[in-house]
T-cell receptor, first 114, second 117 residues
Framework: NAGVTQTPKFRILKIGQSMTLQCTQDMNHNYMYWYRQDPGMGLKLIYY???????DKGEVPNGYNVSRSTTEDFPLRLELAAPSQTSVYFCASSYPDLNSYEQYFGPGTRLTVT | AQKVTQAQTEISVVEKEDVTLDCVYETRDTTYYLFWYKQPPSGELVFLIRRNSFDEQNEISGRYSWNFQKSTSSFNFTITASQVVDSAVYFC??????????????FGSGTQLTVLP
């Protein structure tokens, strides 16, 4: 299993540009999440999904959109990039097992908006 | 609302010293889950441990040990005989049962541990 994969690893955007961060997991996990990590800070939840076709906002959803058309994929869309969105983005997934709340994280995407 | 506080922003120790990383949490739930993750310089997040709120037994795994105390809402992490490879940012996180099936994690701001040779 590859686990959780994210592409790209790095990206530089100009203000106002759009892009999609890709996230794929091959563990058949129902739950998927997007977090952002600002320098020197912990991770904050942007959006999450409990299954295909179901998404919901986290703590910091403004400026982002998500979709979940399949169990495996959970892309994150930035429509009009702003410098405040410069961050490292982590995708994670987990399985709805009452005995295991562990989230498995991807390697992250480092995004710079200038 | 849930909150996780890691008051130690940075800690430096010399190799072979013991070091304890503090984590204090706030929650109104009686059922919740606590986690520790390690983020080495390479940037990925590595799961270390999960603890349920109804299991206050301390845990030891090799050089790592965790002290969970509900009375003080703390879940501290101790590394014994630290090594240079332990240098990383360590995050404590909380998931409340009442957050529903989504089980979102709330992270602390992390503690940067530097182990000097």
């Amino acid at each position: 299993n590859a686990g959780v994969t994210q592409t790209p690893k790095f990206r530089i955007l100009k203000i106002g540009q759009s892009m999609t961060l890709q996230c794929t997991q091959d563990m058949n996990h129902n739950y998927m999440y997007w977090y952002r990590q600002d320098p020197g800070m912990g991770l904050k939840l942007i959006y999450y999904s409990v299954g295909a076709g179901i998404t919901d906002k986290g703590e910091v959803p403004n400026g982002y959109n998500v979709s979940r058309s399949t169990t495996e994929d959970f892309p994150l869309r930035l429509e009009l990039a702003a410098p405040s969105q410069t961050s490292v983005y982590f995708c994670a997934s987990s399985y709805p097992d009452l005995n295991s709340y562990e989230q498995y994280f991807g390697p992250g995407t480092r995004l710079t908006v200038t | 609302a849930q909150k996780v506080t890691q008051a130690q922003t940075e800690i430096s120790v010399v190799e072979k010293e013991d070091v304890t990383l503090d984590c204090v949490y706030e929650t109104r739930d009686t059922t919740y889950y606590l986690f520790w993750y390690k983020q080495p310089p390479s940037g990925e997040l590595v799961f270390l441990i999960r603890r349920n709120s109804f299991d206050e037994q301390n845990e030891i795994s090799g050089r790592y040990s965790w002290n969970f105390q509900k009375s003080t809402s703390s879940f501290n992490f101790t590394i014994t005989a630290s090594q240079v490879v332990d240098s990383a940012v360590y995050f404590c996180a909380l998931s409340e049962y009442s957050s529903g099936s989504a089980r979102q994690l709330t992270f602390g701001s992390g503690t940067q541990l530097t182990v000097l040779p």
